[in-house]
């Protein structure tokens, strides 16, 4: 068993920290204010190969696997969560959804677009009815003649605002719960999409997360990505990746916030010596650095299975529940040790803070996680 990273692995960090240091950090308090990343930015992250991690080289990807994957995050979180989650997004949940089940065609239709940044992808799954029970949605895909005909509403989607497509899962089927549901690829420029006005939200405000509705919206009969039906368990795959990716995000919170509350403490005095030189402060700074570690440890173990070709459904749920709750609790104790400074935006722990709480809530809630995995345990 190695616990270090490849030379290969290690460079991509080093680039990924530097870019997110020089290219995100001086401007991610204006994107939190805006609540908008300059496209811009995303246009130097596709130069990276950023936009298309998990995609093949021969279809324009970096094919840097589910362990690359989560070291690029990792660091691109430290810095603006909401740059990582739009990343989260678009590579995981939209591309990841395509590479899985999408046909050869459809791979060579969307993906060289998205994984250049030419184009940003959007996943529709949320409704205003069900959000854990995703089962439970209420779109509908009708097959008429040589179409599919779409109705219903999305909600709380990440890059909706401006995607150039969206993978969307609707029911095509009322005779299982579970295995009535198909995923349709339609782009944005499709007559009956339209997309709502961005949520004025806590956290990951970089990130635009809009509703998105569909009014009799005609895609043709090979839009449906994957087998008819089947759609629900194609997400089901799609959300265990995708928690491995919010796992690294919320690392990358988690560490910003030690790196932020450290930085602090050695300057700031306090009954005559820093603050780092007092026990109950170091005390928190070591449970906090103890923390980031195990829940990295957790997200590359999950990310190296996955690029194994295994399934991760329980280490996936770990990783995420973990990482996402201790992250929250990094980003608190961070604050806690800057004092008044820390529950200002002159330092950048409220905002982590406030990008954290929704890794304990997005892609499948803690209470979803600890399901996942009590059911595992119990053989239910």
């Known amino acids: 068993m190695d616990f270090e990273l490849s030379d290969d692995l290690v460079a991509l960090r080093e680039m990924a920290r530097r870019f997110a240091a020089e290219e995100i950090a001086p401007h991610a308090r204006a994107w939190d204010r805006d609540g908008e990343i300059p496209m811009e930015a995303i246009r130097k992250l596709g130069e990276l190969g950023f936009m298309g991690t998990l995609a093949p080289t021969e279809l324009g990807g970096a094919e840097l696997g589910y362990l690359g994957n989560a070291i690029v995050v990792e660091e691109i979180a430290r810095q603006c969560g909401g740059t990582a989650l739009m990343l989260a997004a678009h590579n995981g949940l939209c591309q990841g959804h395509i590479l899985l089940s999408g046909s050869d065609e459809q791979k060579r239709?969307?993906?060289?677009?998205?994984?250049?940044?030419?184009?940003?992808?959007?996943?529709?799954?949320?409704?205003?009815?069900?959000?854990?029970?995703?089962?439970?949605?209420?779109?509908?895909?009708?097959?008429?003649?040589?179409?599919w005909v779409i109705n219903g509403s999305k909600m709380f989607i990440t890059n909706g605002h401006r995607a150039g497509v969206f993978v969307v899962t609707a029911r095509t089927s009322d005779e299982s719960k579970t295995k009535g549901i198909s995923a349709f690829i339609v782009d944005r420029e499709t007559k009956g999409l339209s997309t709502g006005i961005k949520e004025d939200k806590m956290g990951m405000r970089a990130s635009d997360t809009v509703p998105v509705n569909f009014e009799d919206v005609r895609i043709p009969k090979e839009s449906l990505c994957g087998e008819l039906n089947m759609g629900f368990i194609d997400t089901l795959k799609v959300l265990e990746r995708g928690r491995i990716t919010i796992g690294a995000l919320s690392v990358g919170l988690g560490r910003g916030a030690l790196e932020e509350a450290l930085s602090y403490g050695k300057q700031r005095e306090q009954f005559g010596k820093p603050l780092t030189e007092h026990q109950t402060i170091q005390m928190m700074l070591a449970d906090m650095a103890m923390e980031v570690e195990a829940a990295r440890l957790m997200v590359h173990k999950a990310g190296i299975l996955q690029d194994q070709g295994q399934a991760t459904e329980i280490e996936s749920a770990m990783c995420k529940l973990f990482a996402s709750e201790i992250a929250t609790k990094a980003c608190l104790n961070g604050i806690q040790i800057c004092g008044g400074y820390g529950y200002t935006k002159d330092i950048p722990?409220?905002?982590?803070?406030?990008?954290?709480?929704?890794?304990?809530?997005?892609?499948?809630?803690?209470?979803?996680?600890?399901?996942?995995?009590?059911?595992?345990?119990?053989?239910?």
């Open 349 to 380: 722990i409220e905002r982590l803070m406030r990008d954290a709480k929704l890794c304990e809530i997005g892609e499948g809630s803690s209470q979803v996680q600890r399901m996942i995995i009590s059911r595992r345990l119990l053989d239910l």
């Open 109 to 147: 239709k969307y993906i060289p677009k998205l994984a250049s940044g030419e184009m940003i992808g959007s996943w529709c799954l949320t409704e205003p009815s069900c959000g854990s029970d995703a089962a439970a949605l209420k779109t509908r895909a009708v097959l008429d003649g040589d179409e």
